[in-house]
């Protein structure tokens, strides 16, 4: 039997958790900044805001790309996950890093002390709680089964943004508060509120990073990326199992969706076989490759001897290459 590995799928439930623990959190730090006059803390309300918008445009990718193929669009609309998820790396790199970044060194230029530090520290306990709470749900929907020494390839191979960048936002901010905790004690403590746009400087520096990979994964599926590895060992197995199947020469997949992937197969047909014979092993072979997973939408089939097949690829890609 054939073994079938299915990546992390992404859930709106956790994108809803997200939206209305980032929604809560926003409110509660914006009015703490007000309050304390603390550039952590602005920064932190800054990033909750676009953490909530940020999961919106999440929730309208996924809407998007439901829709069903037309003739302008013959493969459908899957990869509309892709473009929002990279629209929201970029934002938060734009808007939260930026502003954050911002916000800090003004107040390295201009400091100010904070003012009822005593608010800030129960603003950072709440925010953990609902921060803790949406990260700790999207944690448990990417991880599912797998291993915890998992998760970090997991990301690596995910072809679902929407799963994992939940999870990577709320990792950020709670780590964000771990620097206005920081930043606030020693502000305080040591009497320097430069201190406070520094941590505020820190926050920034964490949503670039994330914004950072956040991009370098959602950029590899946007512009096409093939499927998990077991999955095309699986569907060569497959093809070259058939019969009247001499030889299966090469394959290409690409994923249009995190459940949408597109075959092309290039194979070698028995000799004896004639065009109507042909045409019912290709109408075969889509049944079965559907049977072994429904992500497959779409297979198209080349009949080329091996032969040629080694002589254009020679042609095209060098020797090296074949």
Do not use: C
């Not at 502000?187 to 990979?213: C, E, F, K, N, Q």
């Not at 290709?282 to 080694?310: G, H, M, N, T, W």
């Amino acid at each position: 039997m054939i073994p079938r590995k299915v990546a992390p799928t992404s859930s709106s439930y956790v994108i809803y958790a997200a939206i209305g623990g980032n929604i809560l959190v926003a409110i509660t730090k914006i009015g703490a900044a007000v309050w304390t006059n603390s550039s952590a803390m602005w920064s932190e309300a800054v990033h909750s805001v676009v953490d909530s918008g940020n999961s919106i445009l999440l929730l309208y990718g996924l809407h998007r790309a439901k829709r069903p193929p037309n003739r302008e669009h013959p493969l459908g609309y899957g990869r509309e996950i892709y473009f929002w998820s990279f629209v929201v790396a970029v934002l938060v790199f734009a808007l939260g890093s930026g502003v954050t970044l911002y916000e800090g060194i003004s107040h390295i230029l201009n400091p100010e002390p904070i003012r009822n530090e005593g608010v800030i520290y129960i603003v950072i306990g709440l925010s953990a709680i609902f921060d803790g709470m949406t990260w700790w749900i999207a944690l448990r929907n990417f991880k599912g089964k797998m291993n915890w020494s998992d998760i970090l390839a997991a990301v690596r191979s995910s072809k679902d943004p929407p799963s994992f960048m939940v999870l990577f936002e709320d990792s950020a901010a709670l780590i964000g508060l771990l620097m206005v905790l920081i930043g606030t004690y020693l502000s305080v403590r040591l009497d320097l509120p430069i201190l406070d746009g520094v941590a505020s400087i820190m926050i920034g520096l964490v949503l670039a990073t994330t914004a950072t990979l956040l991009a370098i994964e959602t950029k590899g599926l946007l512009i096409g990326e093939a499927a998990n590895p077991l999955i095309v060992a699986a569907i060569l197995h497959i093809a070259k199992d058939m019969e009247g199947v001499a030889h299966a020469n090469d394959i290409i997949t690409v994923h249009l969706a995190p459940r949408h992937i597109v075959v092309a197969l290039s194979l070698e047909f028995s000799d004896e076989l004639r065009t109507p014979d042909i045409e019912l092993k290709v109408i075969e072979l889509e049944r079965r490759l559907r049977e072994f997973s429904p992500d497959v939408i779409a297979v198209f089939v080349k009949p080329q001897s091996s032969s040629y097949f080694e002589a254009d690829s020679l042609h095209r890609y060098g020797k090296g290459d074949v």
